[in-house]
């Protein structure tokens, strides 16, 4: 069974930062493609960022490109989402989700290419 579970959620002030976990069992981790998106309340899923399985490439959203950064410790199933310069505009529940086609281009902001979800974690940006 798979499980896909994000965790490092917290109240953040503007300026700060805070690192995003997520963990996955149950499947072939380096095989995987992960990618990071965020919802706020009253607005569609975002996009954010993802992530390849061998961890040679990255997109990022511009609204997060040069803020944000993916990384990927395959050697322990977890996929970070670090977070530098946080706004307000980034209070979002962000979710994770893998994609078993391994290799990212900018079509991996498409959420139906993935075929396994987080339940979520809050972000919250605010002084």
């Avoid at 993935?114 to 605010?126: D, I, K, N, R």
């Amino acid at each position: 069974q798979v499980h896909v579970e994000e965790s490092g959620g917290a109240l953040v002030q503007p300026g700060g930062s805070l690192r995003l976990s997520c963990a996955a069992s149950g499947l072939t981790f380096d095989a995987y493609a992960i990618g990071w998106f965020r919802q706020a309340p009253g607005k569609e899923r975002e996009w954010v960022g993802c992530i390849s399985s061998s961890a040679d490439t990255t997109y990022y959203a511009d609204s997060v490109k040069e803020r944000f950064t993916i990384s990927r410790d395959n050697a322990k199933n977890t996929v970070y989402l670090q977070m530098n310069s946080l706004k307000p505009e980034d209070t979002a529940v962000y979710y994770c989700a893998a994609d078993l086609y391994g290799s990212v281009s900018p079509s991996s902001k498409n959420y139906e290419y993935y075929e396994y979800w987080g339940q979520g974690t809050q972000v919250t940006v605010s002084s």
